[in-house]
C-alpha cells in the first residue's frame, strides 16, 4: 500500500500564489505517475497536471498552463503544485494521485490512479 498525505491548501486573493504538497510513504512500480487532481462540489474530478517521478514527462491541463507547475523532489517521495496567478474558478479540493507508469488508461483520466490523498481545500476569492 502507498500513503500519499497532502498539504498546503488555503484562502488566497485572486492573482496570489499557493503550493501544494503531496507526500508518498513509498515509491513502487505502480506509482511511476504522479498526478493532481480538483474536485467542485457536484461535478466529476477533473485532470490539473501529470508529472513522473524522472521528470521527464509532465503535463497540464490547457486552463493551467503558464500558472501552475508541477515538481518532484525523489529525494523526499514528494511532488508539489506551484499554483501561482489564482482565478476565483481555481476554487476546489485538489487530490494528489499516484498511478503507473503506463497503462491503457490516459494520464487524464482519473481511472488511471490507484492511490489518492486526502484532498486539499483551495479557496481564491476576488
Known amino acids: 500500500q502507498v500513503q500519499l498525505v497532502e498539504s498546503g491548501g488555503g484562502l488566497v486573493q485572486a492573482g496570489g500564489s499557493l503550493r501544494l504538497s503531496c507526500a508518498a510513504s513509498r515509491r513502487t512500480a505502480s506509482t511511476g505517475t504522479l498526478g493532481w487532481f480538483r474536485q467542485i462540489p457536484g461535478k466529476e474530478r477533473e485532470f490539473v497536471a501529470t508529472i513522473s517521478w524522472s521528470g521527464l514527462s509532465t503535463s497540464y491541463a490547457d486552463f493551467v498552463k503558464v500558472r501552475f507547475t508541477i515538481s518532484r523532489d525523489n529525494a523526499k517521495d514528494t511532488f508539489y503544485l506551484q499554483m501561482d496567478s489564482l482565478k476565483p474558478e481555481d476554487t476546489a479540493v485538489y487530490y494528489c494521485?499516484?498511478?503507473?507508469?503506463?497503462?491503457?488508461?490516459?494520464?487524464?483520466?482519473?481511472?488511471?490512479?490507484?492511490?489518492w490523498g486526502q484532498g486539499t481545500q483551495v479557496t481564491v476569492y476576488s
Open positions: 494521485a499516484a498511478g503507473p507508469s503506463t497503462s491503457e488508461i490516459p494520464i487524464t483520466s482519473p481511472m488511471r490512479y490507484s492511490y
